[in-house]
């Protein structure tokens, strides 16, 4: 066929002109080889040689990857990559049948291995132009919505559900904390995985899945001591933390930096740990009562926010242990703290009462503040709809709102006041943990 009457590829321009982006920021950054790449992103040198080649455009985990190794800002890099997702869908469209999703080589081999990238499974193709729909239809009103017979709901725990929380890695997986320990349910199947880890003689406080790691849970307990579970055998591989210390108040894992876990307990201190050998990596004294509540930034490296229901919300650098700075402002009756996982330096509080404060998390500076719920007693940002966040209370009702307005856009009602809620990182399901015990997930879905 002459070439003037051979098919032209209407994908093959924004792709080319994306890889032709990525080997710039590369260049710009001294032209790292791809070995010493892979090493600093954890993606293979395959994916990431392929990745700036042009052919195809590859999956958001390589990109983000590649743009980290090339100390690129990846909050900038993503909205790129989805402006290209939209580009192709538009010329799909217009052209005839999808083409195939783009599949790097290395997906399988890296499942277990994957740096902070992993934790964005759902930017797989296709996923902004989805993304914009939610956001549109959170915007005109229209939000969740569950079948006639109710949202699927898993067994009650004795004595009340404290906590739930997704994993990052496994998008079945949620941990239910309650006075009998903590459940791993598979919310696919509606079955427990695992049953009471942390459970029996010691009693469990708090809980959270690595953000890293497949298949690592962290079981905070009375005795000082945090716990780490294997969640497909329900088997403790590890045991951090100090007795002396008291009872552990607050967990969660680094983001960026594999098998780091901060401990928050009840003498005042928050220590560093490594949960693969054990080691004690640094120890932060707060200047505060001791830490309730605690939340790394996923967008900043090394920060790390503390605060306890009476005490100030302050930032730490945990590669130093050098407190940053405390917000500036009434952060008394704090019942949570959430950075945005969407919009860098914004930290958010929710206070009892019922107010919600949305700050600057570089200066410290109150940004706005709006009424949430009257006796509020949790937080949760949706993982793909910027500015939208649950806001539950104790009197069974999670009202999901606009953080820009404070607007109310729609209501989940329940008949026991609410404990814990969490988005599963698909952005496709909200569990809500109730103080009978009942964790109901309801789905977000048909808005019209």
Known sequence: MPRSERAVDPTAGPIQAFAAELRKLREEAGKPTFAAMARRSGRSRTALSEASGGDQLPRWETVEGYVRACDGDPQTWRFRWERVQEQLAEARAATGPALQAPADEDVAAEATDAPVARRRRWFLA?????????AVALTLGVALRSPDSGPPTLGGEPGGSRLV????????????????????????????????LGGGDVRATTAAFDALNRHVVSVGGADGLVRIFDTETGRPSYSVGNRSNGRVTAIAFDPYERYVLAVADSAGYVTLWN?????????????????????????????LATSSEDGPVTIWETDTGAQVRTLHGRTDHTVSLLFDPLTPNTLVTGHRGGTVRVWDSSNGKLVREFGGPAELTALAFHPLIRNSIACADSGGDVSIRDVTTGRKVHTLSGDAPVTSVAYALDGRTL??????????????????
């Open 126 to 134: 296709g996923v902004g132009v989805s993304a914009v729909l939610l």
């Open 165 to 196: 929380g997704f994993a990052h890695l496994t998008p079945d997986e949620l941990f239910v904390a309650g006075p009998g320990g903590v459940r791993i349910w598979n919310t696919t199947e509606r079955r427990t995985t695992t049953h009471a």
């Open 275 to 303: 949960t693969t050998t054990g080691a004690l990596l640094r120890r932060i004294t707060l200047t505060s009562p001791p830490a309730t509540l605690m939340t790394f930034d996923s967008l900043t490296r090394n920060r």
């Open 431 to 448: 569990a809500v943990a109730y103080a009978d015990g009942d964790v109901r997930l309801w789905p977000i879905e048909d808005w019209q």
